[in-house]
Every structure is written in C-alpha cells, then in structure tokens.
C-alpha cells in the first residue's frame, strides 16, 4: 500500500452565526486516509458535510475540531488545522490543489491564462505555461475558439473543464475535487476520468465527492461515506 | 520565503489623547471617537506580516482606518505608536525610528503608492513623463536620455499611449490617471507597494485592466503589496490574506477566501452578507 500523505481525524465543521445567534452543523466526526496514487472517494446524501471536509483541509473554512495530518513533499507532517497562514498559502502553491464548483477568476482573462495560472506562480515562463495549458484544454476537447477568452460566458460543463485543467496543470501532490464530472456529457466525462487515472500513475493523492456510483467504482481506491451531522440540540451538548 | 514587513502595535490618535482613549474607542463602543477627550483614535494596535511577492488585503468601511495604516506605512502621516520594519535584502530598517531624510530616501527608492485620488500622487502641472522623470530624478538617476527612455518604457507597460506621454495627467481619464500613477510608483522598481482603494469610482471595465495589471506585476517583479479597499471583489481576487478592521482596530485576520466563506467575526460575517 501506499504511503498516507494526509491522514484527517475526527474533523468536524459547525458554523456559528452571530446575526441570527444560530449554530448550523456541517460536518461531523469525520476520518479518512489518502495515500499518494490512489483516490479516496466522499459520498453520502446532500448535506453530509461532503464539500466541508475539502474546505476544512484547504482552509477555506476553519474546522471546528479534529487533526489533519499532511506530509510535505519534504517528508514533515505537519497539522493542517493548525499551520500558519502562510504555510498553507505556500501548500497551496506547490502542493495542494483544490477544484471547486465554483470558478472564480480575474475579469478579461483569457481561458488559455486562467488555466496556466498555478504554472506562472509557479515561475513557469509563460510560453511554456500556456502551451502545456492549451494541450491540456485540447485533452479535454475544449473547442481552441474559446481560448482566447475570458471563461466569464462559458456554459457549466465549459466552466468545469476549465476548473479542472487549472487544477490538473500543476500536478500537485494532492487534488481535492468537489464532483469533477457533475456537469459534464458522457464523452467529457470520459476523458476527465482518463486524466485523473493519469494523474493517480502519476503519483497525485485525490481526495474526491462523487455522486455516481459508477465514477465511484471506477476511481476509488477507497470510499468514506459521511451521514448527515447531529441536530443542533445534539451537537450543543456534545460541545457542552 | 522572506519577509517584507513586520508591523507591531501601529496606533494613531488624532487630538490630544487622554487616558480613557483606548477603553472607550473600538468595534465594542462602536465609535473611533474619544467621549472624553474628543480625540479619534485612527488606528490602534494593528499587527501583520508581509510577504515578498504577497498581497494583503486590508478591508472594512469608511472609518475603519484602513487608510490610515498605509499612510503611516508611507510617511505621509507620522504614528502615535508601534514600530515597522522594512526588511530590505540584508538590511533591516527600524521605519519610525528613522530621520526625515532616510525617511524620504525609502519613499523615493523602495516604496511606491498609488492612491485613489490622483491628484494626491501626480503632479498635475507637467506632462505624464515628466512625473515619471520626477521620482527617478530622485532616485538618482540622472541622465536625460535614459530617464526619457525608462519612463517610455514604464508607461507602455502600464497601457498609456505613448502619443500622451508629453500630456498633462489633467487631461487623462480617471483610468489613465490611475496607470500613470502606478508608472510612477514603479519606476524604481519597489519591493513593496501601497495601494488604497485604486479602482474605486472607476468603470467596471477600467478596474478590471487595473486589477490585471497589479497581478501581472506581482508576479514579475514579485512586489509585496498591501491593498487597501472597501470592495470585496477586489479583495477575493487579488489577495492571498486580508485584515479586517472596524473603528480603528483588526477584528479578524485570515487567508481570504476564509474570510469571505467562512468569517468569523459578527461584524464580518455582516460585512461579507451585505456584498452584491
């Protein structure tokens, strides 16, 4: 077996919102292991706190509890949860990548640039950040008329590949992926499937949502299912 | 990766001060001014660290004092209290503690600002290039041709027809105010940049070329910047950590998309609510 490059114990989310003096569970009590080469899949129903947990080990959301331990390409552990600012800041840029939902990029940004864009933080030279862009988005059979422009009018399943290119270009160490083939046509979906499996030869450790027991099957080396968080009555008690 | 700048308890009270200040000033009183003394308390006991190459963000409405801390940063106004160091390669520069001409000669040199009002870092009486030609005169570079040449060079950079470089920045657009002021604040090639609320009350399609112009160089000439700005738009795309203030005081500091999806502080979470 593979070594685990990030091992999440007891993780849980809960939000406090002070407005509406409200507490809203997320994701409760959850462990698992990635090993490097190999995928881990998260399923479980709508509000099993999937997407949370992929948060919470990229610090787009501060967990609530529960150790995350990730080793370095240098071979320290250290805990997620806890790491300064900047060290996942320099995560983020050298090893862990994350391909959400959602695309958030610059205005007037050329496809070609959002995609080569973890290259250029990278101190790849342009040129080469591109081409190896343009290659990948002809990969996923991207049609080269939108590269020049910006993703902002592309349709879902356009704006998903884009997303997922950016997130494949840079190879990192481990990819977190929130549904990498919801939106996509079956032919699509295909060749994402192939990348990720290329990917995973490749070394890359994934921890991924999926929706479709198939991709499951395909994909997972490991599958986590999550259940829905206790109700807040529970949860109070349990933080009491 | 190496540090830029480390800023400790930076404070900055206008009026005469009086011991009540602190404990009646801040988000809890919910004002900046002083009951007793009248004084209003800008800024106080604002901390952060800054990256080469890094760009921080630092948010909050009008009255927050977060222009304040630029301007301390830069000289424009001196601080009540707190310390910040420069680091500047091997050296290391203690910025309160040094006299007005080691002062002006780091502003010159090794910081740039652009500010949101033009008028304030151009001079609007000469030409494009002759503002650009000001600040590398005073950085030294004295000959005619080469300074002529560089500002030519730093106003393509920055977009700025070349046609215009002979215009008086009074009869730009507010956009191209802004690109001559950023030519300006680059022309010394700076390790650290100041920008307060740069895009504000520009068109969407201007700001968008200004925000990718400061990305682009970012990541070039790998500048450390610390972006002052009330919209959130601007802090999730061009910040990598950001700072919150409310009445003078950082209520919450974290990596920015933290910040913006899973803020913890009440004001915060309004703040990041209320956004279109």
């Known amino acids: 077996m593979n070594p685990p490059i990030l091992q999440v114990e007891g993780y849980a989310k809960h939000f406090q919102l002070h407005e509406q003096n409200k ?49 370095d390409a240098l071979g320290h552990e250290l805990d997620l949860a806890l790491a300064g600012e900047h060290q996942i800041l320099e995560l983020r840029r050298r090893e862990i990548g994350f391909v959400t939902q959602f695309l958030h990029c610059l205005p007037r940004q050329p496809t070609l ?12 030279a342009r040129p080469e950040a591109r081409q190896r862009a343009a290659d990948l988005l ?8 939108l590269w020049s422009v910006s993703p902002a009018t592309f349709s879902g399943g356009e704006r998903q590949r884009v997303n997922l290119a950016r997130g494949f270009i840079a190879r990192p160490r481990l990819l977190l992926l929130d549904e990498p083939t919801a939106s996509l046509d079956p032919k699509t979906a295909e060749c994402v499937i192939g990348l990720i499996e290329g990917l995973k030869a490749g070394g890359t450790a994934m921890l991924a949502i999926f929706h479709h027991p198939e991709t499951t099957r395909r994909l997972a080396d490991q599958v986590v299912e999550l259940a829905p968080p206790p109700a807040v009555e529970t949860l109070l008690k349990e933080i009491a | 990766m190496n540090k830029v700048l480390e800023v400790r308890n930076l404070s900055k009270i206008y009026g005469p001060g009086c011991p009540h200040c602190i404990e009646s ?3 809890e009183a919910d004002t900046n001014l002083c009951p007793h003394c009248g004084s209003v308390v800008a800024i ?132 191209m105010q802004q690109r001559v002021q950023i030519a300006k604040a680059l022309a010394t090639q700076p390790p650290l940049l100041f920008l307060d609320e740069v895009t504000t009350g520009l068109d969407l399609s201007v700001q968008a070329r200004i925000l990718d112009l400061i990305l682009e160089i970012q990541q070039e000439l ?38 913006l999806e899973d803020p913890q502080h009440a004001y915060t979470q309004r703040l990041v609510a209320s956004a279109l």
Do not use: C
């Open chain 1, 23 to 71: 507490l809203i569970p997320s994701s409760h009590n959850v462990s698992l292991t990635v090993r490097s080469g190999e995928l881990t899949a998260l399923i479980g129903p709508t509000g099993a706190g999937k997407s949370s947990v992929l948060k919470g080990i990229y610090r787009t959301y501060l967990p609530s509890a529960g150790r995350m331990l990730y080793r």
């Open chain 1, 113 to 124: 640039d959002v995609v080569a864009q973890p290259l250029f933080g990278l101190g790849v």
């Open chain 1, 138 to 145: 002809s990969a996923m059979s991207l049609p080269e008329r």
């Open chain 2, 25 to 27: 000033t801040g988000p």
């Open chain 2, 44 to 175: 106080h006991d604002v901390s952060f660290d800054l990256f080469e190459g890094e760009i921080l963000g630092v948010m909050g409405e009008s009255g927050s004092g977060k222009s304040t801390v630029v301007k301390a940063l830069y000289f424009d106004q001196a601080p009540s209290g707190g310390e910040a160091i420069f680091f500047d390669g091997d050296t290391q520069h203690e910025l309160f503690a040094l006299n007005a001409a080691r002062q002006r000669w780091l502003r010159n040199h090794r910081f740039g600002m652009v500010y949101q009002n033009p008028n304030l870092g151009l001079n609007f009486n000469i030409s494009a290039g002759g503002n650009i030609a000001e600040r590398l005169l005073m950085s030294d570079l004295m000959d005619y041709g080469a300074i002529r040449e560089r500002a030519k060079a730093l106003l393509a950079r920055t977009e700025v027809l070349l046609s215009r470089v002979d215009d008086l920045p009074k009869h730009f657009s507010g956009g």
């Open chain 2, 222 to 259: 790998k500048t450390a910047m610390v972006v002052v700005t009330h919209d959130l738009g601007v802090i999730r795309l061009l910040t990598g950590r950001a700072i919150v203030m409310k009445y003078g005081r950082v209520i919450e500091t974290g990596l920015t998309d933290q910040i």
